[in-house]
Antibody, heavy 116, light 108 residues
Framework: DVQLLESGGGLVQPGGSLRLSCAAS????????MSWLRQAPGRGLEWVSA????????YYADSVKGRFTVSRDNSRNTLYLQMNRLRAEDTAIYYC?????????WGQGTLVTVSS | DIQMTQSPSSLSASVGDRVTITCRAS??????LNWYQQKPGKAPKLLIS???SLESGVPSRFSGSGSGTDFTLTISSLQPEDFATYYC??????????FGPGTKVDIK
């Protein structure tokens, strides 16, 4: 079974930084593209960022481009999201997901709260 | 980006009812449409991919149909564990994926 375990969430001030991690197991991590998605409190779902299996190509939603960086360590089966210049509107549960032809299998999520 | 809409935004139904949720894309997306179920405090779960392909382990009372811009998710006989919010998502525009706003199904 696919298991994705996010960590690194917490409370951060506006303008601050946070790094999320996602430990993957139950599948061959190096074979799959991965994504980060988020859900603001009481709101819908938003795709945030994606990275291909080799890590050679990355993609971002316009709302985070230039502030967030996705990366992966295939030797550790781990996905990362470096979030800089955080804003109040970045407050959300962040999910990592395995992507297959644009369909997602999700982890349990980690909460990021941006507030002073 | 491709905009996704869903109707209704919420519905109340009883156990055993047949429930239909509609999803519409702002442009044609062929059959590149996925459906997810999300229960309170939980992550979304993929139910159906490519408009009508049921994921492994998903009960057969769930079905999907449609192509182009109009899609439906049908629950043939609603069960207590099906009360949740359902989201559609287009997978046509790679790395520009977008979701519908969700349809909340609750108990009448």
């Amino acid at each position: 079974d696919v298991q994705l375990l996010e960590s690194g969430g917490g409370l951060v001030q506006p303008g601050g930084s946070l790094r999320l991690s996602c430990a993957a197991s139950g599948f061959t991590f190096t074979n799959f593209a991965m994504s980060w998605l988020r859900q603001a409190p009481g709101r819908g779902l938003e795709w945030v960022s994606a990275i291909i299996n080799s890590g050679g190509n990355t993609y971002y939603a316009d709302s985070v481009k230039g502030r967030f960086t996705v990366s992966r360590d295939n030797s550790r089966n781990t996905l990362y999201l470096q979030m800089n210049r955080l804003r109040a509107e970045d407050t959300a549960i962040y999910y990592c997901a395995k992507e297959v032809f644009g369909a997602f299998s999700w982890g349990q999520g980690t909460l990021v709260t941006v507030s002073s | 980006d491709i905009q996704m809409t869903q109707s209704p935004s919420s519905l109340s139904a009883s156990v055993g009812d047949r429930v239909t949720i509609t999803c519409r894309a702002s442009q044609t997306i062929s059959r590149y449409l996925n459906w997810y179920q999300q229960k309170p405090g939980k992550a979304p779960k993929l139910l159906i991919s490519e408009a009508s392909s049921l994921e492994s382990g998903v009960p057969s009372r769930f079905s999907g149909s449609g192509s182009g811009t109009d899609f439906t998710l049908t629950i043939s006989s609603l069960q207590p564990e099906d009360f949740a919010t359902y989201y559609c998502q287009q997978s046509y525009s790679s790395s520009r994926w977008t979701f519908g706003p969700g349809t909340k199904v609750d108990i009448k």
